[in-house]
């Protein structure tokens, strides 16, 4: 049956039984009989049949039209609080002011700290520390080598998977590679943990910890370490240890068996001309390099 028609009927209370079932399946009774409950000046014995439902026609089409853009704003509003909380959530949980600098190989980057304190990092080389709450904690993460010139002031610890080092003020250096641990003292003091163990570090000395073995050695005091001039030295330290430095300084891949890797060895190369660096490091023990590639190396014994 025709919609209006039944709504007509309803407003004017004329629907036979027949009528009144089909009334009760149109879509929109509920919203024209809410119309006619909200309305106190209505009365179906004042209007004509005809006009009463022509004057809350466009009553009903503007509920309707309300109501379907409620229904679909209301998701919309439920979609921004959930986006509007969870970007809330995560700038709590995970938002933070740690500063992360690294280098590349063959890099090497000097690095302002907040306190005017001044780091340079060797090649592939990171460090860590949270710039919020640097001015009540000086404190650093640091994987792989950098030099620290570190203004006076209160603690400064250089934290590494291996041990930590606590300064006040002073010019040191600290190498945490793969397998080898060195802090090396040029000015001040250091105080040196690792594990249970602590260490005062004093100008000259160096501590070095190869596969957990501590041993000292001497350094220039006052100077600086060799790899800030572009060369590397090295003392009684595992030739691979000495190859791994090379790879990172050159952006190379050198192989090298392994009775020859855990060779003991001392001397240097410099990090500006590879081919007089592959010298300085074959010569003393009686290898020979062959350049498989413009970036691939291996190491022969000579025969």
């Known amino acids: 049956m025709d919609k209006d028609y039944l709504n007509k009927k309803w407003l004017a209370g004329d629907l036979t039984e027949e ?52 229904n679909w704003l209301n998701p919309m509003l439920k979609i921004a609080s ?38 340079t990092l060797n090649a592939a080389s990171e460090i860590e520390y949270d710039e919020k709450t640097w001015a009540d904690k000086r404190s650093v993460t640091l994987e792989g080598e950098a030099f620290f010139k570190v203004a006076k002031g209160s603690n400064f610890d250089v934290n590494t998977a291996v041990g930590k080092v606590t300064v006040v003020g002073t010019r040191f250096n600290v190498k945490n590679r793969k397998n080898l641990f060195e802090v090396s003292c040029f000015e001040g003091q250091v105080l040196l943990t690792y594990g249970k163990e602590k260490w005062a570090v004093l100008p000259g000395n160096m501590y070095r910890i190869i596969n957990g073995e501590v041993t000292t050695d001497i350094v220039d005091a006052g100077s600086k370490p060799l790899w800030l001039s572009n060369a590397s030295y090295f003392k009684k330290v595992p030739f691979s240890e000495v190859v791994q430095e090379l790879e990172r300084q050159y952006n190379v891949e050198i192989s090298v068996d392994e009775n020859t890797a855990n060779q003991l060895f ?38």
């Open 19 to 70: 009528e009144g079932k089909a009334f009760e399946l149109i879509e929109d009774n509920e919203l024209l009989k809410k119309i006619v409950d909200e309305a106190p000046v209505f009365s179906v014995s004042h209007f004509s049949k005809a006009k009463d439902f022509d004057e809350l026609k466009p009553q009903i089409d503007a509920k309707k039209h309300l109501k379907k853009k409620h």
């Open 82 to 119: 959930v986006l509007v909380v969870g970007f809330a959530v995560y700038f709590l949980l995970f938002s933070n002011n740690t500063v992360s600098i690294e280098t590349a190989a063959a890099e090497k980057r000097l690095v302002q700290l907040p306190d005017a304190s001044q780091v």
């Open 266 to 303: 001392t001397g240097g190369f410099n990090h500006y001309n590879l081919k007089e660096a592959l010298k300085s490091i074959t010569l003393p023990l009686k290898l020979k390099f062959v350049m498989d590639s413009s970036s691939k190396i291996s190491l022969h014994q000579i025969e």
